[in-house]
Each structure stands twice: as structure tokens, then as C-alpha cells.
């Protein structure tokens, strides 16, 4: 069976999270960069972001995005550099080419759809924008994507400021949409034998998850229920993080039967009355019921809690720091890792999906900048005197 190949022009987060997950797979991703442009860093900005973990261009926020991967640099600002993409796409039979730069650039730099499909038909190209193509100017922050799609409105505590969410949500539902929309154009592709052009907008990638709140509007929504409401849950009452001796801990009454279960617990039995029977009647007390749960939590260790709650199926979970995250046995034992150069063993993210085969485990350290630029060309066909002149030339870095 053919190994699928990306040649994938990306920065930042969005596209190398996409690309990462294909990587771990087991494809070839060969990450494109630009080169030296003479003011800055070369290539991907994130290269130089964190702590130095093997080399100036392999900074800590670098990693984990960009194992398994090669990379190279070309000048696709050039004729030249552009020709010598779409040699690449042929000549290394490229399965999927990916960007996450700005639409405005993709004909300036010789990447659009109709460019690169003329030159291999049966190609699945994939774009991340702010926006999409129809708004070719805009930047694709997350941040900045989280305040235009509601996301700040909808998090923090309901007296607060607008808050970021704590992982960058936007870059990763749009990589992840990369990835199912090319398997489902791989299947096509598969019956038709024909490519095609996927573009996300990290705008409505991010407005589809507003399943909770935005279909509200059209049903006379009261304001309290499209806006912060800190850790509860605007319809089911009790949900909240409670204070314990020792930390906190989350629980969420998605029922009536749950409330009766956890009025049968006898340190909570005082906090039951026939008026909180029902979530209706609960909703009408429930500053009052988050204070009588705190007051009875914030006496007793979180384990201990935790432990009446289990017994009782109640749902709920202590807040773990990131620490504790990676030592849950069913994390810990899914982890991903890589060798740093002198042999290191680095632990990272575990797969979202646990697939068979998958090289997902260990992967090779990210490439330094444009580290496979000469392999890849000489796979080209290009010979090192051609490879030496495009590099004097400007055309390839490395």
C-alpha cells in the first residue's frame, strides 16, 4: 500500500496540529517554509518560541506539534522556487498539499487550488484561513478568533471580564477539521479518482460548536442564558466546582434522580427540602443550593467527597493540575513521545484516537529549519550542482 504524503506550507498551530495528526499515522509530512527573507528569523515564527530544547530553531513550543515530520525551505515568492513546488507535488506523487497562510497570498505565492491541481489533477489541497477565502485579509489568531466567535463572552464567572479559554481551542477544531475533510476527500478521490479543494474558516469552525447557544436566539432566550456563567451549568442545578479542605472538586446534578441521591449522602441530607425536588424549583434557589454545597464540601478532603459522590453515581471529578493529568493511568499509558538528539526520552499529548498500526507512540524529533531541503530535491531528480545554484539563487535553504 502507497504511504500517503503531505507537503504541507504551515506555521504556527492550526495547519502543524492538522499535519501532526497524519504524521502520526504513519504518513510522510514534509513541512514547507519559507526562506531567509533577511529581517527575522527564518521560516516558522513558533521555531522560536519557549524554552531551547536541542537548537535556537527547536524551542519548546515547537515540539509537540512537529515530530515525525521533514522539512525544507523554498522561495515561493520566485518563478523558479514555484515551478520547483509542483515539481515536487509530481514527481513525489504528493497525496494532499495543506497552508494556513492568508487567501490574499495563495496566487501571489503560486499555491492555489488552480495552479497546483493543473499540475497534479487527482490533488486534495486543504487551506485554513481566519475567515475563509471570501475575507482574504484577515489574520487567523486564535485568540483573536475566540473573541470574534463569542468565546470570551461565553467564559469566565458571570461578574468578570471575558475570558480566553485555557488551550487554544480555535487553532485545534480547525486542524481537526483538516483532517476528517481530507479523509472524506481521500474516500472520494478513491471512487472519482479526482482531487479536490477544502477551505476552513476558523471563524465558522469555531461558530458550528455553538450548539448550546447560538439556535437560543430565535427561542426568546433570556440574555443570562448566551453569556459567562463561570463554572455552572445555565440549565442544570447543581453543577459547579465546590471548595474542599484540600482543593475543589466538580459535580453536576444532570437529573432529579441525581439530587435525590445526593440528599441520601447524610452530610449532604440538610441541603434537601421538597421545593428542590424538581430542577425548576432548584433553578428558583440556586445561589442558595451552590452555598449550602460549598459549605458542606470545603469541610471534607477532596477524596473523601469524591468517594460518597462514586458511590452514589454521581457524576463529578477532582480539578486536576496538568501534572496529575499526565499521571492518570488512562493517560499515562497512552502518552506520545520523542528522542531529543541526545537521547532523552520527551512525553507529549496522547492520539485522540487510538488507531492500530498508528506510529503515534514515538515519534522522530521535529527537523530543523529546511534540515531535509537537499534529500527531498535530490528525490526530485535535481542533481547537487542544480541543488548548490537554486541555493545560491535563493530559490532553497537549508
Known amino acids: 500500500m502507497k504511504r500517503r504524503t503531505i507537503l504541507s506550507m504551515e506555521q504556527a498551530l492550526s495547519m502543524p496540529y492538522a499535519t501532526l495528526r497524519f504524521a502520526q499515522l504513519g504518513w510522510r509530512v514534509i513541512r514547507l517554509e519559507s526562506t531567509p527573507a533577511g529581517d527575522g528569523l527564518p521560516g516558522d515564527p513558533n521555531r522560536y518560541i519557549g524554552g531551547k530544547v536541542a537548537d535556537d530553531d527547536r524551542r519548546t513550543y515547537f515540539i509537540a506539534p512537529n515530530v515525525g515530520k521533514e522539512a525544507i525551505a523554498l522561495n515561493l515568492k520566485e518563478p523558479d522556487g514555484q515551478a520547483l513546488l509542483r515539481r515536487l507535488l509530481v514527481v513525489l506523487d504528493v497525496d494532499v498539499f495543506c497552508c494556513n497562510t492568508v487567501p490574499r497570498r495563495y496566487r501571489q505565492l503560486g499555491i492555489d487550488y488552480e495552479t497546483l491541481s493543473a499540475a497534479k489533477p487527482d490533488l486534495i489541497w486543504a487551506g485554513i484561513s481566519a475567515m475563509g477565502p471570501d475575507y482574504p485579509d484577515a489574520p487567523g489568531y486564535d485568540p483573536v478568533l475566540q473573541a470574534m466567535a463569542g468565546y470570551m463572552e461565553l467564559t469566565g464567572p458571570a461578574d468578570g471580564p471575558p475570558t480566553l479559554a485555557g488551550v487554544p481551542i480555535i487553532d485545534l477544531k480547525s486542524g481537526d477539521e483538516v483532517y476528517a475533510n481530507v479523509m472524506m476527500a481521500l474516500l472520494e478521490r478513491a471512487e472519482t479518482g479526482k482531487g479536490t479543494r477544502i477551505d476552513v474558516s476558523m471563524l465558522q469552525a469555531a461558530a458550528s460548536w455553538l450548539i448550546t447557544t447560538l439556535p437560543l436566539l430565535d427561542f426568546d432566550c433570556q440574555p443570562a442564558e448566551i453569556t459567562r456563567c463561570g463554572n455552572e451549568h445555565r440549565k442544570f442545578i447543581p453543577t459547579n466546582v465546590y471548595p474542599t479542605a484540600d482543593g475543589f472538586i466538580y459535580m453536576a446534578i444532570g437529573s432529579d434522580v441525581q439530587w435525590k441521591r445526593l440528599t441520601e449522602i447524610p452530610k ?83 492520539m485522540a484516537v487510538n488507531v492500530t498500526g498508528a506510529d503515534g507512540e514515538e515519534l522522530p524529533f521535529p527537523p530543523r529549519y529546511g534540515q531535509h531541503t537537499d534529500a527531498v530535491l535530490r528525490e526530485a531528480g535535481c542533481s547537487d550542482d542544480e541543488i548548490a545554484l537554486l541555493r545560491t539563487r535563493g530559490i532553497a535553504a537549508g
Not at 434537601?272 to 451552590?290: K, L, M, P, Q, V
Not at 452514589?312 to 492518570?328: C, G, L, S, Y
Open 268 to 350: 449532604f441530607a440538610s441541603i434537601g427540602s421538597a421545593a428542590r425536588a424538581t430542577n425548576e424549583g432548584r433553578h428558583r434557589e440556586r445561589d442558595a443550593i451552590h452555598r449550602d454545597v460549598a459549605a458542606v464540601t470545603s469541610r471534607y478532603p477532596t477524596a473523601g467527597i469524591a468517594a460518597d459522590f462514586r458511590d452514589a453515581t454521581i457524576p463529578h471529578a477532582p480539578i486536576h493540575d496538568i501534572p496529575a493529568v499526565r499521571e492518570m493511568e488512562a493517560i499515562r499509558r497512552r502518552l506520545t513521545t520523542t528522542r531529543m538528539p541526545g537521547g532523552k526520552l520527551v512525553h507529549m499529548q496522547p
